[in-house]
């Protein structure tokens, strides 16, 4: 139960059973720390518990997903008759309602609402609306349950992340994140392999929809036996502020840069399309997804890793360049055909997407005090979706309209201005507020 003292109180923390701790005998898990003696392996799974079961629940919750995502625009465009400027729209409102409710989750968060409830909630409207997109009779009807998923989704995002960040100490809070992106695409890898038996067995890409349930039935178990109460920390301050001068400024940049890229992104629905165009078959799209899914599972962890030592900036500056790079090969590879190329561009555009979500994560959670960190957080989805809403809309117009190529080759140009003005964040001295609590003794 949460409960707020009188004035200048501080923070107050309170145990499963309800009795209230003064801060001075309450410490957060530090997490493994860094040791030559200690292997990579074993330092991950000495990651607290919170850390290791939301890395499973994104594992299970990202198979069920992956069963419907990598099918859903040939689902639209074969099935449904809709055209790529409606798959934008699909995608871009399915994200951008995601987007608002995080800023409202995380707001909600750092006021001491329960984050086990909100995460679970969450999961579990995703996972009852996801799998009726297989009864669709229109696109209209797959807009309404892409935005039911993407509520659930806008729900659990934000208190998710800040019960990972919160958990562990700004050391290995790379690999935190990193981890939970790993676990996370393996999931992602795994669904489209099941939805490839699916078909090859007959049945319809509606009825592997369906299946998908059996997974989202798991998430919520699991959720619901696995992530213990663990203690509300609450605070009788002034709840965080929205206004942009609570953050550190490198971070205000990078939210505006991520902002950018999102809005200068492929969506993975139309990279599908791109493979299609290019002569994939049907049958070979999830597999195509699983490879990709496997190439950012192997590439998450050690990137959020590597983020860990030679710092934040250099991670994303380095991850974004080669995927401003790779914008530029699927525009000129546009029109053609041939079966390896795909395979290439595909799984290493794939795989720059996972070398940096780790590092930006991470990078928000150093930067926000820790009564702020839902709304950081909320903050930084919401941008990067609102973003993506306009993203891919005019990715889709722009393919209608232009082709291919254009829409790849503005990405490309926008993407690399969000690349320029990172940069320019990364040259700014001093230290985070969280590298300077940390770095006292005690």
Not at 45 to 67: C, H, K, W, Y
Not at 68 to 80: K, R, Y
Not at 325 to 338: E, N, P
Not at 380 to 385: A, D, I, Q, S
Request: net charge positive; glycine share 12%; hydrophobic share 50%.
């Amino acid at each position: 139960m949460v409960q707020r003292k009188g004035r200048g109180c501080g923070w107050q923390f309170f145990n499963p059973r309800g009795a209230a701790l003064p801060c001075r005998h309450v410490r957060f898990p530090a997490g493994p720390r860094n040791s030559r003696s200690k292997g990579e392996l074993a330092m991950v799974l000495s990651l607290p518990r919170t850390v290791i079961v939301l890395g499973l629940v994104s594992f299970l919750n990202d198979t069920a997903s992956e069963m419907i995502t990598p099918l859903l625009p040939l689902f639209l465009t074969s099935v449904l008759g809709a055209g790529p400027a409606a798959v934008g729209l699909v995608e871009g409102v399915a994200e951008a309602t995601a987007s608002l409710l995080k800023l409202l989750s995380g707001r909600l968060a750092d006021r001491g609402w329960n984050l086990k409830r909100m995460v679970l909630g969450g999961y579990g409207v995703s996972n009852t609306a996801r799998p009726l997109i297989g009864l669709a009779l229109g696109w209209g009807w797959v807009l309404l349950l892409r935005f039911l998923d993407r509520v659930g989704k806008g729900i659990r995002t934000s208190p998710r992340d800040a019960l990972i960040s919160t958990s562990i100490d700004h050391r290995n809070r790379g690999r935190a994140f990193g981890l939970h992106r790993a676990l996370d695409n393996a999931g992602a890898m795994l669904g489209p392999l099941l939805a490839f038996l699916l078909l090859n067995q007959g049945f319809s890409m509606g009825h592997v929809f369906l299946w998908s349930v059996i997974p989202g039935v798991l998430v919520v178990l699991l959720l619901g036996l696995g992530l213990q109460s663990q203690p509300v920390v609450a605070s009788c301050a002034k709840p965080a502020s929205l206004r942009w001068r609570v953050l550190d400024q490198r971070v205000r940049t990078l939210i505006l840069a991520a902002g950018g890229l999102a809005l200068a992104a492929a969506p993975e629905a139309f990279l599908v399309l791109w493979a299609s165009d290019r002569g994939l078959r049907i049958s070979w799209v999830p597999l195509l997804w699983a490879a990709a899914s496997a190439v950012k599972a192997l590439v998450a962890a050690p990137a959020g890793m590597l983020s860990d030592r030679l710092g934040r900036f250099p991670v994303l500056v380095g991850g974004w360049s080669v995927r401003v790079v790779l914008l530029l090969a699927l525009a000129w590879s546009s029109g053609s055909r041939g079966a390896a190329l795909t395979w290439v561009l595909f799984l290493s555009y794939a795989a720059t997407l996972a070398a940096t979500e780790g590092a930006e994560r991470a990078l928000i959670g150093d930067a926000a005090a820790r009564r702020e960190q839902g709304t950081a957080f909320g903050l930084y989805h919401m941008t990067v979706g609102l973003a993506a809403l306009p993203g891919a809309v005019l990715f889709g117009g722009i393919w209608q309209l232009w082709g291919a190529a254009a829409a790849f080759g503005a990405s490309a140009v926008i993407a690399l201005l969000s690349v320029l003005l990172l940069a320019r964040a990364g040259r700014r001295p001093g230290r985070f507020p969280a590298d300077r609590d940390h770095s006292r003794p005690g």
